[in-house]
């Protein structure tokens, strides 16, 4: 898997959940430029996605499983969309909350994508 984009992908979950943080830490709800936000991280996410899946078509495996990997790659693109749907029913700071917890998981995951393909066996 490529480094720079797993990075790239935690990075800006981890801006998102700031951002949507201040945003619940303002009584405010997700508005449009979070859901834009949101829009740029799943799209990295699925970009990633795309890049893993035709690197284990090519051949490459992940050191700790092919199941469990693609299991956090699936858990990873789907994140930040889930969590923008439920804040959608939740109108309240509650909502920007929500995006702000899916953008922390989804760095988590990054970081154990990244252990499961191998990165820390240097």
Same mark, same amino acid.
């Given at each position: ?32 430029? &979070?859901? +834009?936000?949101?829009?740029?991280? @799943? ?24 199941? +469990?990997?693609?299991?956090?790659? +699936? ?11 439920? @804040?959608? @029913? ?25 252990? +499961?393909?191998?990165?820390? &066996?240097?």
């Amino acid at each position: 898997m490529i480094d720079a984009l797993t990075v790239t992908v935690g990075v800006t979950a981890l801006v998102l959940a700031a951002w949507c943080g201040f945003a619940a830490y303002r009584d405010e709800p997700t508005k449009d430029w &979070h859901f +834009i936000g949101m829009a740029v991280v @799943s799209l990295l996410a699925l970009v990633q996605l795309v890049v893993a899946v035709v690197q284990l078509a090519g051949g490459a495996k992940p050191d700790d499983g092919t199941a +469990i990997f693609l299991a956090y790659l +699936i858990g990873a693109a789907a994140c930040v969309p889930a969590a923008g749907f439920l @804040s959608l @029913s939740e109108r309240t700071r509650w909502g920007s909350v929500t995006v702000a917890a899916g953008g922390v998981v989804l760095a988590v995951l990054e970081v154990r994508l990244y252990d +499961i393909w191998g990165g820390g &066996h240097g």
